[in-house]
């Protein structure tokens, strides 16, 4: 179904980015343009004939602008109904001109509250009345109305014109879709604001998380489990999803579980780090004054279980640690960095076995992650927290043992405190000379976990430390970890029973150190 043919246009945006020259374009077809304020007078200042929306209404714009299409003159031009004979005699009763065209784009609502200068009375001014109205109207009467809410439609929409002089319904109704989105997020933004300003609760009443289609998967954890990626709108700063894929084939479900995973490790880490993640747990990490002897550390970790691996590092990925990682025998699937520099993207993407088999993701500078809150879905409904991102101050740790660690010890402490809690609960880790060596992953019991740990570090848990996502039910952890050679231990304490894991510690020799704070990951 074709729209009646485009006569007039209606145009009041916000963003004037492609407005000039799509405005010249629909001149050029012969089409009446009606704007209002600051955007007719800035298409008056390209050259282009303008009829101004106050005049054909004779109702002048007032209150700083705030009334300005507000008429029903405007709306009935909008909503009139072309396959009906009593709207058009409506329309000529009141001497209504149709508009088959609306150019409508929002105040920036969001832009304005994003700047910490912004005061109350400013953002209120920013919330638009009139726009939405003018979209809304324009989406609902989409079989006979054209709705841009974005100058990347300007083309298509006058590529149809120019063809037809009117739009294909298919258009239409994607334009529609898009345009309800458009007042649907632009409402969410500011009823956000107004429970952020009000602080009703951290968690409020009703939560709506806006999302947005990314990709479709070719499936999810399984073969035979469709599955999609969606970004969250209101994320701003690096992510995975933000990241821009430089190299590979398609991300699957879990390369994007496990990537953000190894992310979320070296994020948090100030100096060189590479972590290494193989369903979803580290099996290696690292850190250095090198990001290439981070990323040789980080394999050597658990070498049997790196092999098909993912990788995150917090550093620019340069042709040292390109041959780090290409190192033969080894096989990595997908790699999420700062950035990558043109000799090690010729590395990663040209020796034989890798080439368009490594995704290679570039998520741009890293800071603290963006989001905040974390989100877990359950059957029929969301579990909703603040996420564990936030470090702990070593101020609050404290010695729980007769002998203090070593300088060198503190950092090993401080480096393995900052993975496990990126491990499945129950966790245990040893490090040793600033790697993960040991791992402990999701057992049911913690001595169970302390075993495995030990078992995966061998000879390397002599002279390791370990960490312990939560506290230590029984002191028999303690007296295994001490006869592996294990040199100091850190754990958040809490247990009715540390007095007595604390006294293993003293009796072994080997320093305790309490932070006070658990770590779970279900």
């Not at 920036?108 to 400013?122: L, M, V, Y």
């Not at 057992?443 to 740990?453: E, K």
Request: net charge negative.
């Amino acid at each position: 179904m074709q729209s009646p043919p485009i006569q007039r246009a209606l145009i009041s945006t916000s963003d004037k980015f492609g407005l000039a020259a799509f405005a010249q374009g629909l001149a050029a077809a012969g089409i009446a343009i009606y704007s209002t304020g600051g955007t007719r007078r800035h298409l008056e200042s390209e050259g282009l004939t303008v009829l101004d929306v106050a005049d054909y209404t004779g109702f002048p714009e007032m209150m700083d602008g705030r009334v300005k299409t507000l008429h029903p003159k405007v709306f009935a031009g909008i909503l009139c109904r072309h396959d009906r004979a009593d709207d058009r005699e409506a329309l000529a009763t009141h001497a209504i001109q149709s508009f088959e065209l609306v150019v409508v784009n929002l105040y920036p609502f969001e832009e304005t509250i994003g700047r910490s200068e912004t005061t109350p009375a400013e953002a209120i001014e920013q919330i638009d009345i009139g726009g939405p109205s003018l979209v809304r109207a324009a989406a609902k009467n989409h079989l006979f109305v054209t709705i841009a809410t974005h100058p990347n439609q300007y083309s298509s929409v006058l590529q149809e014109i120019t063809d037809n002089g009117c739009t294909s319904l298919e258009l239409r109704r994607q334009l529609a879709t898009a345009a309800f989105q458009s007042t649907a997020a632009y409402d969410r933004a500011i009823a956000d604001y107004f429970t952020d300003e009000g602080n009703v609760t951290d968690f409020p009443a009703t939560l709506d998380v806006r999302l947005k289609r990314q990709a479709v998967l070719r499936y999810g954890e399984n073969p035979h489990q469709p599955a999609a990626l969606y970004r969250q709108l209101e994320i701003r700063g690096p992510s995975l999803v933000a990241a821009r894929q430089l190299n590979g084939k398609e991300l699957s479900y879990n390369n994007l579980l496990d990537l953000d995973s190894a992310l979320g490790i070296v994020r948090l880490v100030e100096s060189p780090a590479v972590a290494v993640i193989k369903h979803n747990n580290p099996c290696g990490a690292a850190t250095a004054e090198e990001l290439s002897v981070a990323a040789r550390r980080a394999l050597d970790g658990d070498p049997v279980s790196a092999f098909g691996s993912v990788l995150g590092l917090n550093r620019p990925v340069d042709a040292e640690t390109a041959e780090v990682l290409v190192t033969p025998g080894q096989f990595i699937e997908a790699i999420v960095a700062p950035d990558f520099s043109t000799d090690a993207l010729e590395i990663l993407t040209t020796k034989p076995k890798w080439r368009n088999n490594v995704r290679l993701m570039q998520v741009g500078q890293l800071h603290e992650s963006p989001s905040k809150r974390h989100f877990r879905s359950l059957e029929g409904g969301m579990l909703v927290q603040d996420a564990d991102v936030d470090s702990d101050p070593q101020d609050d740790w404290q010695v729980a043992t007769q002998v203090e660690p070593s300088e060198s010890v503190w950092t090993e402490l401080a480096f393995s405190w900052s993975i496990v809690r990126h491990v499945k609960s129950n966790a245990i880790l040893l490090c040793r000379e600033g790697a993960l060596c040991g791992v402990g992953a999701g057992q049911m019991s913690r001595i169970d976990a302390v075993d495995i740990a030990i078992s995966k570090a061998a000879e390397r848990a002599s002279g390791s430390v370990l960490a312990s996502d939560a506290f230590f039910p029984f002191p028999d952890s303690i007296v295994k970890a001490a006869e592996a050679g294990v040199v100091a231990i850190i754990q958040p304490g809490g247990s009715r029973k540390d007095e007595e894991v604390i006294a293993a510690s003293n009796e072994c020799g080997v320093p305790m150190v309490l932070t006070g704070r658990r770590h779970f990951k279900h």
